[in-house]
């Protein structure tokens, strides 16, 4: 092996000869050329070096025990790892036949043998060149790339916890593709979260302390969604719009409402216990859910839109959340069958009535459920 002083940055190039008087010239060459050369005597090793530490250029013997060079150029051209690394055939056969050989096999260019040390350089530096433009282009390839993930990552963390979010960028060529036309139909489960009596609570207190006070309830709320991996489409004063089976699958849709729908009143406990010892009045979460198929993409303008569903599960789960008590748990029929079972599973006292909601001129079957708040 013969290496130049150039520093760790120098272009390198492979040199693959059986003959070692031919290899040692060629790495002197290129040396004096301030590249940093190295020599491995067959093509077995030539295979192994390059798999594990590729160089930049590859200066290639045709004629060797083994696999000669046709061979050796061919399968670093067939491997998508090593597909763009130049590889130039050094070679003393001049017919015809051979360099079709040398063309099918992928080689970037042909040096004859004698070796001229004008024709070595030129050709090496003009293979320098365009490798150095490949790194560039591929360089700014992947920044692109990364830019565009991370625009993608931006936008989506409008709507997914971050785990959802980063399965969305590597299952999806295109993650931006999820998030599809209004004219998509899609079976979703949906939960509206509100908090009650936030209305007379707001009116007691400081106007300075009404937006910390929502912006730490969202906090817990937006915690649990994510938690159970949900999508949040809208927060509208002090309510939430959840889907689930939205904008990736997710077989057990109704159970993850349904556990996000305890633990915001789970979690929110501790904050509504401390506002009731703060400002004196006694507030709680009212959750409604419902599923059903809904219509999901983006509405708007050019100038903004906004991703969501629509459709009468939401009109639903809307309505449910409206007669629902603080800390209740109010589960429309399609979410209820498709509970199932898992409704009784919990330590949650359960309750099946009938309710009238507007826009339903019969009254509906649902389920409660009346959940303790921690703390």
Request: proline residues 6%; charged residues 25%.
């Amino acid at each position: 092996m013969n290496d130049s002083a150039a520093g760790p940055a120098a272009f390198r190039v492979l040199v693959v000869d059986d003959d070692q008087d031919m290899a040692a010239f060629l790495a002197r060459l290129l040396a004096q050329q301030g590249l940093k050369a190295e020599i491995v005597t067959d093509g077995y090793a030539a295979l192994a070096a390059i798999a594990a530490d590729p160089p930049d250029l590859v200066l290639l013997d045709v004629q060797m025990p083994g696999p000669d060079g046709f061979e050796i150029c061919r399968r670093l051209k067939a491997s998508e790892s090593t597909a763009l690394l130049p590889v130039v055939l050094v070679t003393a056969l001049e017919d015809h036949e051979s360099r079709v050989r040398g063309i099918e096999a992928g080689a970037d260019d042909f040096i004859s043998k004698p070796v001229r040390r004008e024709e070595l350089i030129a050709r090496v530096n003009t293979l320098r060149r365009l490798h150095e433009t490949r790194k560039e282009l591929e360089g700014r390839r992947l920044a692109a790339e990364v830019q565009e993930k991370e625009s993608i990552r931006k936008a989506f963390s409008r709507y997914l916890s971050p785990r959802l979010a980063e399965r969305v960028l590597r299952d999806s060529p295109r993650g931006s593709d999820v998030f599809r036309d209004l004219s998509q139909r899609a079976l979703v489960v949906a939960l509206f979260a509100d908090l009650r009596g936030f209305t007379r609570l707001s009116e007691t207190v400081p106007v300075s302390s009404i937006v910390p006070m929502l912006n730490e309830y969202f906090t817990v709320i937006t915690a649990a969604v994510h938690e159970n991996e949900g999508t949040v489409f809208s927060m509208a004063g002090d309510s939430m719009l959840v889907g689930f089976n939205v904008p990736v699958p997710q077989p057990d849709a109704a159970e993850r409402a349904l556990n996000t729908g305890r633990t915001v009143i789970r979690s929110f406990g501790p904050v509504a216990a401390r506002w009731k010892r703060e400002h004196g009045l006694s507030t709680g979460v009212g959750v409604g859910i419902e599923s059903g198929e809904v219509v999901v993409g983006n509405v708007g303008t050019p100038s903004f839109t906004s991703y969501t569903i629509i459709g009468d599960p939401v009109n639903v789960a809307a309505r449910l959340m409206q007669r629902a008590a603080p800390n209740e748990v109010l589960v429309g029929p399609q979410a209820a069958l498709a509970l199932g079972a898992r409704l009784a599973g919990g330590a949650d006292p359960l309750q099946r009535r009938s309710i009238e909601l507007k826009g339903k001129s019969e009254p509906v079957e649902v389920v409660s459920l009346r959940v303790a708040p921690a703390g």
